[in-house]
């Protein structure tokens, strides 16, 4: 299981107004950090599809998401939890790093 790609138009559907907690991955095409860190949340949404969801969204084609959540710099992922923002990482990380980072929504 990949993350999926959500934007504007599908983010409070799949985001905000989810039952599971959700990942959310502030990417860029251009950011190799980005896509450095994609393959690992990929591993991390497929080991844990059962406790939690992961969705990327490109900060360049959903520019006012990307403001509302004051994403300044990427990689960014913020952990939504019944519609609110419960954790923050900021940059690309090893997954085991991530992984402890997300301990409490994947244990």
């Not at 969204?57 to 710099?73: G, H, R, S, W």
Request: glycine fraction near 2%.
């Amino acid at each position: 299981m990949t993350a999926r790609a959500v934007t504007e138009a599908t983010f409070e559907q799949e985001v905000l107004k989810n039952d599971r907690a959700v990942l959310v991955d502030f990417w860029a095409e251009w950011c190799g950090p980005c896509r450095a860190v994609s393959p690992i949340l990929d591993q991390i949404a497929t080991e844990h599809a059962d406790k939690l969801d992961i969705v990327k969204l490109n900060v360049d084609e959903n520019p006012q998401l990307a403001m509302k959540y004051q994403i300044t710099a990427i990689p960014a992922m913020k952990v939504f939890k019944d519609g609110e923002v419960v954790q923050t990482v900021i940059g690309a990380k090893p997954k085991p790093a991530l992984e402890a980072d997300l301990a409490a929504y994947i244990s």
